[in-house]
């Protein structure tokens, strides 16, 4: 069974920093691409972050980068998003999906109903 759970949320003013983890199970982790994706309140989810855990090769929303690092520890099945530099528009509940994928057109996304948990982030201005 593919499990993903997301932590390490909290409260954090503008201009902070949190790591967030999604530990993965279920799944051969070193062949999948592991995403996270965030629902700000009264917003659809967007997908911010796409590693592919193989080689380490990432992609991050306009929105996101230069500010967050998603990095990989295959040894522990786990995806960090490290997040600096934070802001009251980051605010939302995060959440880890395998399959996720990048394009052009579309950026983030996941075909995915293996969602999880996920962690709530409130950056205060």
């Known amino acids: 069974e593919v499990q993903l759970q997301a932590s390490g949320g909290g409260l954090v003013q503008a201009g902070g920093s949190l790591r967030l983890s999604c530990a993965a199970s279920g799944f051969a982790f070193d062949n999948h691409a592991i995403g996270w994706f965030r629902q700000a309140p009264g917003k659809e989810r967007e997908g911010i972050s796409c590693i592919f855990a193989r080689d380490g090769t990432a992609f991050y929303a306009d929105s996101v980068k230069g500010r967050f690092t998603i990095t990989s520890d295959n040894a522990k099945n786990t995806v960090y998003l490290q997040m600096n530099s934070l802001k009251p528009e980051d605010t939302g509940v995060y959440y880890c999906?395998?399959?996720?994928?990048?394009?052009?057109?579309?950026?983030?996304?996941?075909?995915?109903?293996?969602w999880g948990q996920g962690t709530e982030v409130t950056v205060s201005s």
């Open positions: 999906a395998d399959q996720c994928m990048y394009s052009l057109r579309y950026g983030i996304t996941t075909v995915s109903d293996n």
